[in-house]
């Protein structure tokens, strides 16, 4: 049953993916580097809300370790996260609906291109693929979520915006 599961969710990205939003490379830090750390933020200027751009690592060795650098964002509203494919994809970003604030979802929903369900990212198959959500007019709060390939490795991550 567990590999079902797992084989119909990597079948799922995999039909998915083709959709992708490719904004561009991974800034030259972290290119070729996949255990390096991102800078939190990238500057000012970013996505479509005229904030800051931060940008969260995607990584893996591809068995037993999986996770978003870093898995704790503070953000203000504004805010585009740029989640880049650094290392042992597929990944993806899924965002638990009960762990939005209310009028969260909506605004998530809409910043999220090419989603294979609800508040969830396509598979990111290729390396330093990029994904951006801005979180323009989301409400103050917490916003918990996880890749659905490495969801049984613990990657998840935590975006407060305040």
Known sequence: MAARFWLTCVSAGLLACGGGRKVGAAP????????????????AGGGTSGGSVVQVRMTGDGSTRAAYVPDHLTISPGTTVE????????????????????????????AMANTISNLSSPMFTTPNETYDISFAGA????????????????????????
Do not use: R
């Open 28 to 43: 030259e830090s972290t290119v070729g580097n996949p255990g390096a750390m991102a800078p939190e933020s990238t500057g």
């Open 83 to 110: 989640f880049v494919n650094a290392s042992g994809w597929p990944h993806n970003i899924t965002f638990y609906p009960d762990s939005i604030p209310p009028g969260g979802a909506s605004v998530l929903q809409a």
């Open 139 to 162: 409400p103050a709060g917490t916003y918990k979520a996880y890749c659905i390939p490495h969801m049984a490795l613990g990657m998840k991550i935590t975006i407060t915006v305040q």
